[in-house]
T-cell receptor, first 112, second 112 residues
């Protein structure tokens, strides 16, 4: 089992460009999350999806959109990238019975 | 708003000793608290979860305590090894939507 996978691993964008970060899981979990991690700060929730077909804003949703394409896939889109969105982005799932979150390897995004 | 504090300074411990990390929180009464390990360039990995009605939880060389009166959790690694060197994150459940709020983490360095 691959667990939680993310693509790409690294990305450099220019201000104003758009891109989509992909996340897929083979753990059959209903809940999926997108976080960003910045130096000296805790993980901050951007969006989450409690189940297929539903999405909700987290703490820092501005500048992002998400799509829960099916149970396996949850994508994060930056429509017009800004330098403030330079960060490491993590996708995670939650196992319902244990409340444990499982993380992907992350995407390191730099916006110039 | 909810705030989680972990010691931002790195903790240096001699191999074989017990490492103790602290997580303090304010303004909330979480149903549970979790500890994760994060290695450089990787996503967090779940270690332990402790619920509000539990005082202590153990897993091999790991022990977590949860004092809801002090609003504090302590994370202990006994017989520490250089391989335990990593950043340790605490996270607490924020609301019934199973969102977590995260501390910034404490970097633990075990010296041989």
């Amino acid at each position: 089992n691959a667990g939680v996978t993310q693509t790409p691993k690294f990305q450099v964008l220019k201000t104003g460009q758009s891109m989509t970060l992909q996340c897929a899981q083979d753990m059959n979990h209903n809940s999926m999350y997108w976080y960003r991690q910045d130096p000296g700060m805790g993980l901050r929730l951007i969006y989450y999806s409690a189940s297929e077909g539903t999405t909700d804003k987290g703490e820092v949703p501005n500048g992002y959109n998400v799509s829960r394409l099916n149970k396996r896939e949850f994508s994060l889109r930056l429509e017009s990238a800004a330098p403030s969105q330079t960060s490491v982005y993590f996708c995670a799932t939650r196992e319902r019975d244990t409340d444990t979150q499982y993380f992907g390897p992350g995407t390191r995004l730099t916006v110039l | 708003s909810q705030k989680i504090e972990q010691n931002s300074e790195a903790l240096n411990i001699q191999e074989g000793k017990t490492a103790t990390l602290t997580c303090n929180y304010t303004n909330y009464s979480p149903a549970y608290l979790q500890w994760y390990r994060q290695d450089p360039g990787r996503g967090p990995v779940f270690l332990l979860l402790i619920r509000e009605n539990e005082k202590e939880k153990r897993k091999e060389r790991l022990k977590v305590t949860f004092d809801t009166t002090l609003k504090q959790s302590l994370f202990h690694i006994t017989a520490s090894q250089p391989a335990d060197s990593a950043t340790y994150l605490c996270a607490l459940e924020m609301d019934s939507n199973y969102q977590l709020i995260w501390g910034a983490g404490t970097k633990l360095i075990i010296k041989p």
